[in-house]
């Protein structure tokens, strides 16, 4: 019996701009069919940090030059990010579905993510987004009114607020297409914040962690496993000491401890271990996978990966 399993792609499995990314998810692309050939339902979600960043700070340069482009609100940037990636990783896809000889419809669907609108994450912007700037670079931004720290010691980005995902608006067509036996592109970059008005579903100025969302999504659609993928095998403690011990089986009474120990970094494993943790306590028996890109196939078989669960 087929199996549905969620995947979250990192930043790693797609370029830093157009043309990179391009040539990015046709690598991506190959681990992601070899799941779908070994009989899997695979719903793919994906981060647009650096993507989303460089929308909306091109769009915010256009606004201010002799042209007069229109300003492009936050939401809508978000939305232009899931669209261009969301193409790229199905035309990848769809490609190297037909050079398997397997036919499968492939299709991206722009989601909107429920959060709260007094959720106190607005009032303390946390999430990186767009490129990585010097210290010199980040202050001339902020005199822009942009809002920069410090990224895991590799330079500075900016930060917008990331509430967390209260529901997934498209959630049932979602739903349908899996049934249908599409594979399914949803939720990408945290998918497009909203918040409940008296007039409707309004679209706010933040990025949802897009592993947070991403396990929301695998436990609304009752998946099988969440896969996080990062750039490393393993989940590590003491990571990048003489010390460092790498991990296969995490409970999430243990994942709690080493959080409260500061053993994840703030801006990379932290997030993905909470996700994991959340997947793990939506439903008894569920269980969480952070592993490479690589090593999905071999993570879900037993051989390699960090289970959460």
Known sequence: MSKIIVLAL??????????????????TSKSIVDLIEGGNQVIISHGNGPQVGMINLAMDTASKSEAGTPEMPFPECGAMSQGYIGYHLQNAIQNELRKRGLNKPVATVVTQVVVDKND???QNPTKPVGSFYTK???DLMVAKGFTFKEDAGRGYRRVVPSPKPIDIVEIEFIKSLID???IVIAAGGGGIPV??????????PAVIDKDFTTAKLAELVDADSLIILTAVEKVAIRFGKPDQLWLSELTVDEAEKYIADKEFAEGSMLPKVRAAMSF???????????????????????????WIG
């Open 10 to 27: 990192g930043g790693n499995a797609l370029g830093n701009n157009s043309e990179e990314q391009k040539e990015a998810v046709k690598h």
């Open 120 to 122: 106190p994450a607005f």
């Open 136 to 138: 010199e670079e980040a």
């Open 180 to 182: 249908t036996g599409n």
């Open 195 to 204: 918040v409940e008005e008296d007039s409707g579903l309004t679209g706010i």
């Open 280 to 306: 793990a306590l939506s439903k008894t028996g569920r269980r969480a996978l952070i592993t490479s890109l690589e090593k999905a196939a071999d993570g879900l078989e037993g051989k390699t990966g960090t």
